[in-house]
């Protein structure tokens, strides 16, 4: 761990009065509803703007959301995209039946889209994007996803933001009343504590990745790339109470 923010006299906030107004991309799939969830049972998430292609049915007072159809092109936008410090970056698509081509544009390009505007405009903003364990840094290896990920990973980081961390997770347990929540990850989410004991590497429950998220912006962390022991560790120090938002 980094250690946590001191007040500078550039006027960075200190981690006892640091609020996070937070954008949510893919608040309709299983990892942005209940990293949104996270995020709006949060004490230290201030506001959430989701953006997504259609809306994501959730009410909350610190929730606000666009309807924004187009996810490489937000000049008609960027208006509303000023004054945030966190994206929490949860659009993916499955690799099974796309070429390389296809994988990338939607991969790799679209978030690169979205990320380069933020960078432009929240130059205080931290970048959390959801990757997935096995990803190839090196960008050389034989499985496309990996390597397309891994780019995606390696150029994010490039960006001029304040702070860019790829969160690796491998399987992921749901939170109870997701509606969005694979049918797999329902399933095997009953024997998680058995996966949690035989692949520790591996695993982690949807509500310690929202934890990591906020923490990652709250006090940074000393690794970029986040596997899931350090996903787990900043949630076990990040830990909420609150019942969730979906199940109210």
């Given at each position: 761990?980094?250690?946590?923010?001191?007040?500078r006299s550039n006027?960075?906030?200190?981690?006892?009065?640091?609020?996070?107004?937070?954008?949510?991309?893919?608040?309709?799939?299983?990892?942005?509803?209940?990293?949104?969830?996270?995020?709006?049972?949060?004490?230290?998430?201030?506001?959430?703007?989701?953006?997504?292609?259609?809306?994501?049915?959730?009410?909350?007072?610190?929730?606000?959301?666009?309807?924004?159809?187009?996810f490489f092109d937000?000049?008609?936008?960027?208006?509303?995209?000023?004054?945030?410090?966190?994206c929490f970056f949860?659009?993916?698509?499955?690799?099974?039946?796309?070429?390389?081509?296809?994988?990338?544009?939607?991969?790799?390009?679209?978030?690169?889209?979205?990320?380069?505007?933020?960078?432009?405009?929240?130059?205080?903003?931290?970048?959390?994007?959801?990757?997935?364990?096995?990803?190839?840094?090196?960008?050389?290896?034989?499985?496309?996803?990996?390597?397309?990920?891994?780019?995606?990973?390696?150029?994010?980081?490039?960006?001029?933001?304040?702070?860019?961390?790829?969160?690796?997770?491998?399987?992921?347990?749901?939170?109870?009343?997701?509606?969005?929540?694979?049918?797999?990850?329902?399933?095997?989410?009953?024997?998680?504590?058995?996966?949690?004991?035989?692949?520790?590497?591996?695993?982690?429950?949807?509500?310690?990745?929202?934890?990591?998220?906020?923490?990652?912006?709250?006090?940074?962390?000393?690794?970029?790339?986040?596997?899931?022991?350090?996903?787990?560790?900043?949630?076990?120090?990040?830990?909420?109470?609150?019942?969730?938002?979906?199940?109210?």
């Open positions: 761990m980094t250690g946590v923010f001191e007040m006027g960075e906030e200190s981690k006892s009065t640091m609020k996070i107004r937070a954008i949510v991309f893919g608040a309709t799939g299983m990892v942005g509803e209940g990293v949104l969830d996270v995020a709006l049972r949060h004490p230290d998430v201030e506001s959430v703007l989701v953006i997504g292609r259609k809306p994501c049915n959730v009410k909350h007072e610190r929730l606000q959301e666009i309807v924004h159809k187009d937000y000049s008609s936008i960027e208006g509303q995209l000023r004054g945030f410090n966190a949860c659009l993916g698509v499955s690799s099974v039946g796309k070429k390389e081509e296809e994988y990338t544009r939607l991969t790799y390009d679209l978030t690169m889209s979205a990320a380069t505007v933020l960078a432009k405009l929240n130059s205080d903003m931290t970048f959390c994007y959801v990757s997935g364990t096995g990803t190839d840094s090196s960008e050389k290896g034989r499985v496309m996803w990996a390597r397309v990920k891994g780019k995606t990973e390696n150029h994010l980081m490039k960006l001029l933001f304040k702070a860019a961390y790829a969160l690796r997770p491998g399987f992921i347990k749901p939170i109870d009343g997701q509606k969005h929540a694979y049918g797999i990850s329902k399933v095997l989410g009953a024997a998680y504590p058995l996966l949690k004991t035989l692949f520790p590497k591996y695993v982690c429950t949807l509500e310690d990745l929202g934890l990591a998220m906020v923490g990652v912006v709250r006090e940074g962390y000393s690794r970029q790339v986040l596997e899931n022991p350090d996903i787990a560790e900043l949630a076990r120090l990040g830990k909420i109470h609150e019942q969730p938002v979906l199940s109210s």
